[in-house]
Protein backbone atom coordinates (compact mmCIF):
# COMPACT_ATOMS: atom_id res chain seq x y z
CA UNK A 1 0.00 0.00 0.00
CA UNK A 2 1.32 3.40 -1.06
CA UNK A 3 0.89 6.17 1.25
CA UNK A 4 -0.11 9.57 -0.03
CA UNK A 5 0.58 13.05 1.21
CA UNK A 6 -2.94 15.12 2.42
CA UNK A 7 -4.06 17.36 -0.18
CA UNK A 8 -4.30 20.74 0.89
CA UNK A 9 -6.53 23.37 -0.86
CA UNK A 10 -5.86 27.02 0.74
CA UNK A 11 -8.04 29.68 -0.19
CA UNK A 12 -5.25 32.10 -0.48
CA UNK A 13 -1.37 30.95 -1.50
CA UNK A 14 0.86 30.37 1.03
CA UNK A 15 3.82 33.12 2.46
CA UNK A 16 7.03 32.16 2.89
CA UNK A 17 10.71 33.47 3.79
CA UNK A 18 14.29 32.60 2.41
CA UNK A 19 17.59 34.46 1.99
CA UNK A 20 19.36 35.02 -1.51
CA UNK A 21 21.62 37.15 -2.98
CA UNK A 22 20.41 39.61 -6.03
CA UNK A 23 22.13 39.44 -9.20
CA UNK A 24 22.13 41.76 -12.09
CA UNK A 25 22.64 40.45 -16.26
CA UNK A 26 25.76 41.05 -17.63
CA UNK A 27 24.02 43.68 -19.81
CA UNK A 28 22.28 44.92 -17.33
CA UNK A 29 18.91 45.09 -18.18
CA UNK A 30 17.64 42.75 -15.94
CA UNK A 31 17.61 41.69 -12.08
CA UNK A 32 16.60 38.68 -10.08
CA UNK A 33 17.97 36.96 -7.78
CA UNK A 34 20.31 33.48 -7.05
CA UNK A 35 20.25 30.76 -4.05
CA UNK A 36 22.64 30.20 -1.56
CA UNK A 37 22.07 26.63 -1.33
CA UNK A 38 21.01 23.99 -4.01
CA UNK A 39 20.34 25.85 -7.00
CA UNK A 40 22.40 28.59 -6.37
CA UNK A 41 23.97 28.05 -9.88
CA UNK A 42 20.30 29.03 -11.71
CA UNK A 43 19.27 32.94 -11.09
CA UNK A 44 15.40 33.10 -11.42
CA UNK A 45 13.15 36.23 -11.65
CA UNK A 46 10.41 37.65 -9.56
CA UNK A 47 8.15 35.33 -11.02
CA UNK A 48 9.16 32.42 -12.35
CA UNK A 49 9.03 28.37 -11.90
CA UNK A 50 10.99 25.73 -10.79
CA UNK A 51 12.80 23.30 -12.48
CA UNK A 52 14.73 20.05 -11.68
CA UNK A 53 18.52 20.99 -11.02
CA UNK A 54 19.85 17.54 -11.50
CA UNK A 55 18.63 18.32 -15.26
CA UNK A 56 15.76 15.46 -14.63
CA UNK A 57 12.49 15.62 -16.56
CA UNK A 58 9.87 15.26 -13.93
CA UNK A 59 7.98 18.35 -12.81
CA UNK A 60 9.54 20.44 -9.60
CA UNK A 61 9.17 19.57 -6.83
CA UNK A 62 9.09 15.95 -7.18
CA UNK A 63 8.56 13.88 -3.74
CA UNK A 64 11.58 11.65 -4.60
CA UNK A 65 13.68 14.47 -5.43
CA UNK A 66 15.21 17.65 -4.07
CA UNK A 67 13.82 20.17 -6.74
CA UNK A 68 12.00 22.73 -6.65
CA UNK A 69 12.07 26.29 -4.69
CA UNK A 70 12.60 26.21 -0.67
CA UNK A 71 11.34 28.70 1.54
CA UNK A 72 10.41 28.62 5.67
CA UNK A 73 7.72 29.52 7.14
CA UNK A 74 8.99 32.06 9.72
CA UNK A 75 10.45 35.07 9.04
CA UNK A 76 12.98 34.57 12.17
CA UNK A 77 13.65 31.62 10.88
CA UNK A 78 15.03 33.09 7.98
CA UNK A 79 16.75 35.86 9.98
CA UNK A 80 18.46 33.22 11.42
CA UNK A 81 19.97 32.24 8.42
CA UNK A 82 21.92 35.16 8.02
CA UNK A 83 24.02 35.02 10.96
CA UNK A 84 26.69 32.65 9.21
CA UNK A 85 29.29 33.96 7.90
CA UNK A 86 28.74 32.96 4.23
CA UNK A 87 25.46 34.65 4.10
CA UNK A 88 26.01 37.85 5.86
CA UNK A 89 25.98 39.84 2.20
CA UNK A 90 22.54 37.90 1.21
CA UNK A 91 19.25 39.63 1.26
CA UNK A 92 16.04 37.92 2.83
CA UNK A 93 12.76 37.19 0.56
CA UNK A 94 9.04 37.54 1.21
CA UNK A 95 7.86 34.87 -1.66
CA UNK A 96 4.20 34.02 -2.50
CA UNK A 97 4.31 30.45 -2.42
CA UNK A 98 2.61 29.29 -5.60
CA UNK A 99 1.28 26.00 -7.70
CA UNK A 100 1.99 22.47 -5.88
CA UNK A 101 3.90 22.31 -2.66
CA UNK A 102 5.13 20.16 -0.47
CA UNK A 103 4.69 21.11 3.28
CA UNK A 104 7.15 20.58 5.51
CA UNK A 105 8.13 20.66 9.56
CA UNK A 106 10.23 24.35 8.71
CA UNK A 107 8.99 25.08 5.67
CA UNK A 108 8.01 24.18 1.79
CA UNK A 109 9.04 23.07 -1.38
CA UNK A 110 7.33 24.22 -4.17
CA UNK A 111 6.58 24.87 -7.99
CA UNK A 112 6.86 28.53 -8.62
CA UNK A 113 7.12 31.68 -6.56
CA UNK A 114 6.15 35.31 -6.84
CA UNK A 115 9.20 37.46 -4.88
CA UNK A 116 7.01 39.88 -2.81
CA UNK A 117 9.76 41.79 -1.05
CA UNK A 118 13.50 41.93 -0.81
CA UNK A 119 14.86 43.78 2.11
CA UNK A 120 18.32 44.66 1.65
CA UNK A 121 21.45 44.03 4.92
CA UNK A 122 22.93 47.11 5.79
CA UNK A 123 26.60 48.13 3.93
CA UNK A 124 29.61 46.36 5.78
CA UNK A 125 30.34 49.55 7.28
CA UNK A 126 27.15 49.36 9.03
CA UNK A 127 25.16 52.14 7.36
CA UNK A 128 21.87 51.63 5.71
CA UNK A 129 22.04 50.61 1.94
CA UNK A 130 21.41 53.08 -0.41
CA UNK A 131 22.67 51.04 -3.67
CA UNK A 132 23.30 47.45 -4.92
CA UNK A 133 27.25 47.02 -5.98
CA UNK A 134 29.30 45.16 -7.81
CA UNK A 135 30.20 42.29 -5.56
CA UNK A 136 33.00 41.28 -7.72
CA UNK A 137 31.65 37.67 -8.65
CA UNK A 138 28.62 36.13 -9.86
CA UNK A 139 27.04 33.24 -12.55
CA UNK A 140 27.71 33.18 -16.53
CA UNK A 141 25.83 36.10 -17.50
CA UNK A 142 25.09 37.45 -14.08
CA UNK A 143 26.67 39.24 -11.78
CA UNK A 144 25.96 39.07 -8.06
CA UNK A 145 25.42 42.70 -6.02
CA UNK A 146 25.33 43.21 -3.30
CA UNK A 147 24.53 46.60 -0.48
CA UNK A 148 26.48 49.56 0.12
CA UNK A 149 26.63 52.94 1.31
CA UNK A 150 27.81 56.24 -1.06
CA UNK A 151 31.41 56.37 0.92
CA UNK A 152 31.54 52.33 0.37
CA UNK A 153 30.73 52.32 -3.47
CA UNK A 154 34.24 53.14 -4.69
CA UNK A 155 34.24 53.00 -8.38
CA UNK A 156 31.96 50.07 -8.75
CA UNK A 157 29.00 49.58 -11.14
CA UNK A 158 26.01 50.06 -8.90
CA UNK A 159 21.98 50.79 -9.17
CA UNK A 160 19.82 52.38 -6.72
CA UNK A 161 17.17 49.68 -5.19
CA UNK A 162 14.42 51.42 -6.75
CA UNK A 163 16.40 50.77 -10.31
CA UNK A 164 16.89 46.90 -8.87
CA UNK A 165 13.00 46.70 -8.25
CA UNK A 166 12.25 48.43 -12.11
CA UNK A 167 14.70 45.60 -13.57
CA UNK A 168 12.98 43.20 -11.75
CA UNK A 169 9.42 44.21 -12.65
CA UNK A 170 6.46 42.30 -10.89
CA UNK A 171 5.82 45.04 -8.98
CA UNK A 172 9.03 44.15 -6.63
CA UNK A 173 9.70 46.00 -3.68
CA UNK A 174 12.83 46.55 -2.19
CA UNK A 175 13.70 47.97 1.17
CA UNK A 176 16.74 48.45 3.09
CA UNK A 177 17.24 47.29 6.38
CA UNK A 178 18.12 49.57 9.72
CA UNK A 179 21.53 50.82 10.17
CA UNK A 180 23.70 48.64 11.98
CA UNK A 181 25.70 49.10 15.18
CA UNK A 182 27.79 45.80 14.22
CA UNK A 183 29.59 47.06 11.33
CA UNK A 184 33.50 49.15 11.49
CA UNK A 185 33.99 50.87 14.29
CA UNK A 186 32.58 55.14 14.25
CA UNK A 187 34.56 57.81 13.73
CA UNK A 188 36.90 59.29 16.68
CA UNK A 189 35.80 62.23 18.00
CA UNK A 190 38.25 65.69 18.87
CA UNK A 191 39.40 63.88 22.59
CA UNK A 192 40.11 60.45 21.06
CA UNK A 193 41.69 62.06 18.15
CA UNK A 194 44.70 64.17 20.59
CA UNK A 195 44.88 60.90 22.88
CA UNK A 196 45.73 58.89 19.76
CA UNK A 197 48.13 62.27 18.93
CA UNK A 198 49.85 62.16 22.42
CA UNK A 199 50.27 58.28 22.07
CA UNK A 200 52.11 58.75 19.18
CA UNK A 201 53.98 61.28 20.02
CA UNK A 202 55.68 59.74 23.32
CA UNK A 203 56.01 56.22 20.96
CA UNK A 204 58.01 58.60 18.42
CA UNK A 205 59.68 60.40 21.32
CA UNK A 206 60.99 57.21 22.42
CA UNK A 207 61.79 55.87 19.17
CA UNK A 208 64.14 58.67 18.07
CA UNK A 209 65.64 58.23 21.64
CA UNK A 210 66.46 54.53 21.35
CA UNK A 211 68.01 55.67 17.75
CA UNK A 212 70.37 57.97 19.33
CA UNK A 213 71.73 55.63 22.02
CA UNK A 214 72.44 52.98 19.22
CA UNK A 215 73.48 55.78 16.48
CA UNK A 216 76.01 56.69 19.66
CA UNK A 217 77.04 53.27 20.52
CA UNK A 218 78.30 52.46 17.17
CA UNK A 219 80.27 55.65 17.15
CA UNK A 220 82.19 54.55 20.35
Not at 63 to 72: E, L, N, S, Y
Not at 91 to 116: D, H, K, P, S
Amino acid sequence: MRLRLPEERPTEPPTGYKIARPVLSHDGTRAGFTGVSLGAGLPYGVLDEAGCVYGRRHRAPHRRCDCGFHCVHDRAAAEALLCTAEHRRAALLEVTVLGAYIRFERGFRYARQRVRTATLPPCPCGAAAVLLADAGWGRPGWRVVESACGRCRGGRVALTPAEFARLAGQGLRVRAAPESSGGEPPGLGMPELMAEAALLQARLDWFQSELARFTGDQRG
